[in-house]
């Protein structure tokens, strides 16, 4: 501060003024270089919680309302063998925009919930569960959000088929009907994986309005 006043002391009167809003300029983007990325850093504030919105795994009614395993993988594949079920697990993160977007437009709605009882269905975060974070690298699942459907088997992790993208409720609920019900055959199934050119960046799959 002690050279900005120098620096200003040289001056004129109205050069001083000029010069005081440089500096103050200077100072200002210096101070706030990093915010970008410090912002970028964080949690999108706009993706939701899944704790919260998706009902929890004792309060489902067949038919009706799904409820959720969330962050406990593990816990939903066992049961999911116990009950000899295919298990349905997403995988998403919470500084994800299109995981709180899936949450909000599909994974609450009406359509997709009309599923329940015809699997166990589990949603995890892998920086959260390390359960989840075992079975993705299993499968080499890397992009988010992701709809996994597991056959259950306790010698060996089988894939029915997988969705990538993001998805609205009616194309989400039409693609799980198939899968869930295909038997063996749906293990050949990997429906509409949405990339980007590069191959790395998730797309919008065919989106319906949000439920209401």
């Known amino acids: 501060m002690q050279a900005v006043s120098v620096f200003l002391n ?6 001083r003024a000029r010069r005081a809003v440089t500096a103050a300029l200077v100072i200002f983007a210096f101070l706030f270089a990093g915010l970008p990325q410090a912002l970028a ?14 009902v929890q795994s004792g309060d489902g ?3 009706r309302r799904i409820g959720w395993y969330v962050d406990d993988a593990l816990l939903a594949y066992k049961r999911a063998l116990d009950e ?19 949450i909000a437009q599909a994974l609450t709605c009406p359509n997709v919930n009309a599923l329940s ?11 959260v569960d390390k359960g989840a974070a075992t079975i993705a690298n299993s499968l080499g699942i890397k992009k988010y959000p992701t709809v ?3 056959e259950p088997d306790p010698n060996m992790l089988r894939e029915r088929g997988r969705m990538e993208g993001l998805y609205g409720d009616t194309e989400m609920a039409k693609l799980l009907r198939r899968l869930l ?17 590069d191959g ?12 209401t």
């Open 10 to 15: 040289r001056c004129g009167p109205a050069a």
């Open 41 to 54: 850093a964080e949690p999108n504030p706009q993706a939701l919680n899944p704790r919260t919105a998706l």
């Open 61 to 63: 009614v067949p038919g």
């Open 84 to 102: 000899h079920k295919p298990m349905v697990l997403v995988f998403g993160e919470r500084w994800c925009g299109y995981c709180g977007d899936m």
């Open 117 to 127: 009882g015809q699997a166990v269905f589990a949603y995890s975060e892998a920086s």
């Open 148 to 150: 996994a459907i597991l």
């Open 181 to 197: 019900s295909g038997g063996a055959d749906s293990a050949k199934v990997s429906p509409m994986a949405n990339h980007d050119a």
């Open 200 to 211: 790395l960046a998730l797309s919008r799959a065919p989106m319906d309005q949000p439920c």
